[in-house]
């Protein structure tokens, strides 16, 4: 990629390939002896971060493929089945499913220090176009792998999105009809979606080459945004380059690792926990947190038409930078107007993000619209005009007086982590104002302290089992335990029975099966492999039994529960690891049972929970002091049942939690000593650069 090479290999082999195929001269000038600036900082090693997620996210979307199934009966139960039966099948789902988050934070880290440091003026305009084309394509393969574990949120959100392409005059009904292979998202649109999302992931790589390729061809641009003269001016790829790379790669995979195994699903919506029903709509349909800024553009436009224009202008805008901004200087640190602006625009980017996770009414209209005008007048209007009033700071002679410098570059990067901080607070604050459920009108329940909480916490085997002793005598009446085999009751990390003890209580069941060899349904006692059968032959007849409203599955019931934190909880959370707003939620419904007050008016058919949202549900009380006797002499009280069974519920959620935990805590050490010795080796090979 970058010219003619000075390689000659030794080896006999490798002359003979060099002579048919140059892959090694390739490989030696693009990465090894390519002439790189001394003075890059580390806000450079996003592309190598880049390039190492893009690789996780294919490997890992290969594998999760062959066991998921494309089909909407099927995918919901699919991608469970991964969790819980594939060997190590919950840490590919989330290294694929948290390595998205990762993928667009290092993007838009690698797009702002882009913006900052003036990477898309001559000669890179085809540099960054490539860019934005790969940006485009990243938001298109996310939205559709958004839609694939096919739950409550990301249906509606698909049939949110889907539909916007009917505001297109004449044809726009006739291609949402197209994507959707009918009349409505169906098992055709996700058919659509799982071929899109596997083969786009290969395209973005095609053009990740195009924009290396680009990039060695252009050389890369630089803090002080001067172009190499001399050879004190750059340092070969390697090593210099590359141990900084794998350093910067080493403390992100650090960041990585704290949402992988710890908090896995403090960026996701626990409504995606629930399996897609067209006949019920989300409160608040919201997508992924990296969507949200141009989310909020979206919805600050009155006309639908008009929306969806200003949506990919917003996206579209970027890659006509290069003629925009017409100033000769290149980096902002030597543009004292144009850094101020760019870090409005910084904050002004945050906060419609923050805005895209709000009701669309009220303030947050008229803050959208106002925002959204910024956006397009800090493109359009002010960067060339900015270009043409501002006096640039004088740029130092080379890239080796730069590096003699050093004045501002900390307090550059103080501030641009503020920012970035901000950003992943406001960003992760309004996905959480997101997913509560009308937190406003109920009181938060109250935390209780959990066994299993905490990076190094297990589970207490007895409550367990003394839950599920609750599930069995109460809950098993209405709700099923679908995503729950009898053999999982003797997994590590259960409730610690043996597996003839699986067998036995699997035998105390009656499964339907069949057809046999008559054609016949037929019940047989349950096996190990069986899950926990259903106690309504179907939908119908549950929702017959229960006054209309089928009682739902409560296999993920602790991770489709919710309530709102708010700040600062949200941002303790994180590093608490705060995981337990479902099983605190439940023991606190199940608790919340009480007369309505005076003045409340309740629905006919329906009993007060102050914990329930509107405090009118369906369920009557389902429990009562000595309801169920315990062996262990646990007291038979209505707060022991609903704290164990809400406990069993959260295992029966993430039967692998303490394998995850168990696996953080090594990956975690390892990841630090790795770190430690990339920095002090780092250290030691650039003593030599100076």
Not at 665 to 683: A, D, E, G, P
Request: aromatic fraction near 16%.
């Amino acid at each position: 990629m970058s010219g003619p090479s000075s390689y000659q290999p030794q080896n006999a082999v490798l002359k003979w390939v060099e002579r048919r195929l140059p892959i090694g001269g390739l490989i030696h000038s693009s990465f090894i002896v390519y002439p790189t600036p001394r003075n890059l900082n580390y806000w450079w090693t996003f592309g190598a971060i880049l390039s190492f997620m893009l690789g996780v996210q294919i490997l890992t979307g290969i594998i999760l493929a062959m066991h998921y199934t494309p089909h909407a009966d099927l995918a919901f139960k699919s991608v469970e089945g991964i969790m819980r039966d594939v060997n190590y099948g919950w840490l590919l789902r989330y290294l694929h499913s948290n390595g998205a988050s990762m993928f667009f934070i290092a993007v838009y880290i690698h797009m702002f220090r882009g913006l900052y440091y003036g990477s898309y003026k001559e000669p890179r305009e085809i540099l960054w176009i490539l860019g934005v084309i790969i940006y485009l394509l990243m938001m298109a393969t996310g939205f559709m792998g958004y839609v694939l574990p096919w739950g409550q949120m990301s249906f509606w959100g698909a049939t949110v999105i889907t539909n916007l392409f009917s505001a297109i005059p004449y044809v726009g009904e006739s291609i949402v009809t197209l994507l959707w292979g009918g009349y409505a998202v169906g098992n055709p649109t996700l058919n659509r979606f799982f071929s899109l999302h596997y083969l786009l992931p290969f395209v973005i790589a095609g053009v990740v080459v195009l924009h290396i390729w680009a990039l060695h061809v252009a050389g890369q641009n630089n803090p002080a945004g001067v172009e190499p003269q001399t050879e004190k001016d750059t340092v070969p790829f390697t090593p210099y380059a590359t141990i900084k790379d794998a350093f910067g790669i080493s403390c992100f995979l650090l960041f990585y690792a704290w949402f992988l195994f710890y908090t896995p699903n403090f960026l996701g919506d626990p409504d995606n926990y629930i399996v897609a029903n067209p006949g019920v709509t989300p409160a608040h349909i919201v997508p992924e947190w990296y969507y949200l800024p141009f989310y909020a553009i979206l919805r600050s436009i009155p006309s639908k038409l008009g929306g969806v224009v200003a949506m990919f202008s917003a996206i579209l805008v970027l890659a006509f930078l290069p003629w925009l901004d017409g100033a000769k200087a290149r980096s902002s640190r030597y543009r004292p107007l144009s850094r101020q602006f760019f870090w409005i625009f910084v904050v002004v980017c945050l906060v419609l993000g923050w805005l895209g996770a709000q009701p669309p009414e009220g303030i947050y209209v008229v803050a959208g619209r106002i925002l959204t005008a910024y956006y397009f007048f800090h493109f359009l209007i002010l960067l060339p005009v900015l270009s043409r009033i501002e006096t640039a700071r004088p740029l130092p002679n080379s890239i080796a007086d730069d590096v003699l410098g050093k004045a501002g570059k900390l307090k550059t990067a103080a501030s641009a982590l503020a920012i970035f901080g901000l950003a992943g607070l406001l960003l992760v604050g309004g996905t959480g104002t997101s997913r509560a459920e009308d937190a406003h009108s109920q009181p938060t329940p109250p935390s209780l302290k959990w066994s299993f909480a905490g990076p190094f916490g297990k589970y207490d085997q007895a409550q367990l089992q003394r839950g599920l002793k609750v599930y069995k005598e109460v809950c098993a009446a209405c709700h099923s335990l679908n995503y729950i085999a009898f053999r999982n009751i003797a997994d590590p990390g259960g409730p610690g029975y043996s597996e003839a003890q699986a067998a036995g209580l699997a035998g105390e069941y009656k499964v339907k099966d069949g057809p046999n060899d008559q054609g016949e349904m037929f019940e047989r006692p349950g096996r190990p492999a069986d899950y926990f059968p259903a106690p309504f032959p179907n939908e119908q007849a549950a929702r017959a039994a229960n006054g209309g409203a089928a009682p739902p599955d409560l296999s993920l019931m602790a991770k489709a529960r919710g309530y709102e934190r708010g700040f600062p909880q949200f941002v303790f959370d994180l590093f608490l690891q705060f995981q337990e707003k479902g099983p605190n939620y439940i023991t606190a419904l199940l608790q919340g049972y009480e007369d309505a007050p005076k003045g409340f008016t309740l629905p006919a058919g329906s009993n007060y929970n102050k914990f329930f949202s509107g405090h009118a549900i369906g369920m009557p009380n389902p429990l009562s002091d000595g309801q169920v006797t315990f062996d262990d002499g646990s007291p038979a009280t209505v707060k022991q049942y609903a704290t164990d069974v809400s406990a069993f519920l959260m295992w029966t959620a993430e039967p692998k939690l303490e394998a995850r935990k168990r696996l953080g805590f090594q990956v975690m050490i390892f990841l630090l000593v790795l770190s430690v010795l990339l920095y002090f080796t780092k250290r030691r090979v650039w003593a030599n650069a100076h």
